[in-house]
């Protein structure tokens, strides 16, 4: 079963690079309107949430097994990072390596959920309630396949051509 959850993240990340071919690095921080956030940021929050979940100990990034400009805690859900712009370290980065980080962090963080071979039922260390391991990694098919979404519509929103999606 865990091999078949990861199968389907490793397809929503082939769509994620999808929506990165082409873009303009001028486009990758920009927001295409008030009150959206650009692709870099969405990538972050992607980014973010994959390794906390995956190669993390609850929701602190500084216990995550992982490092990375994008596991930045200004990403972790829409209204802070809408609030909080994104730093010198992030406007520095590319499509090319923002899509490339993205590639890594999802690599190692899997990495690591794999050598800690938790019991898809059992309930997430750090988490309340009775999130199991199996859900977190049902929603990450969503959460990813989401947010690839409004990358795509992100750069139509600045009239940039992306691939047939």
């Known amino acids: 079963m865990l091999e078949t959850y ?26 295409p309107a008030p009150g959206l956030l650009s ?33 930045d805690r200004r990403f972790r ?9 994104p730093s010198d370290e992030h406007l520095r980065m590319t499509a090319e390596e923002v899509h490339k980080e993205l590639v890594r962090i999802h690599q190692e963080s899997v990495a690591h959920f794999k050598t800690l071979n938790p019991s898809l039922s059992s309930a997430m260390h750090g988490y309340p309630g009775n999130f199991t391991y199996g859900a977190m990694l049902e929603y990450r098919v969503f959460h990813i396949a989401y947010h690839t979404g409004q990358i795509y519509s992100a750069r139509h929103l600045m009239g940039e051509e992306t691939v047939d999606n």
């Open 6 to 31: 990861l199968k389907l993240i490793n397809v929503c990340y082939f769509e994620l690079g999808e929506a990165f071919k082409g873009l303009k690095d001028e486009n990758v921080w920009k927001r």
């Open 39 to 71: 692709v870099g940021e969405v990538s972050g929050h992607i980014a973010y949430w994959e390794a906390l979940r995956l190669a993390g100990e609850g929701e602190d990034p500084s216990k995550c097994k992982v490092k990375s400009p994008l596991i």
């Open 77 to 85: 859900y829409y209204k802070s990072t809408l609030e909080t712009p």
